[in-house]
């Protein structure tokens, strides 16, 4: 076989090796810091995924009731606690070849209690 029809199978091969191991987020998660939540404090939520090719956005909502408003973007965010930040966060990691949520994670104010869902 002559090299160039050599370095063309290659090619080909490396290229279907490539969009087979290639996937939308996978895993996607929060984390919340620190453990202890008290109003008027700062807190970290932080998105992690496992993705290939690796996530290049990351979208931060706050469920309120019916609709979700967008709070930021990156792979964490942090703010305030108030009664205004209180409600239910979750991301969106977004890759090339697609995008997946995460649970939702409540950061309440004083006297609620944390949940994740």
Known sequence: ??????????????????????????????SISPGEIVEGSSVTLTCSSDANPPVHNYTWYMRTGAESLIRG?????SFNVTSDSSGLYYCEAENEVGSQTSTGVAVPTEGQCCVVL
């Open 73 to 77: 973007t990156g792979d964490s965010i």
């Open 1 to 30: 076989m002559s090299s160039f029809v050599t370095c063309l199978l290659l090619l080909f091969i490396k290229i279907k090796l490539a969009h087979i191991l290639t996937d939308k987020p996978k895993n996607v998660s929060v």
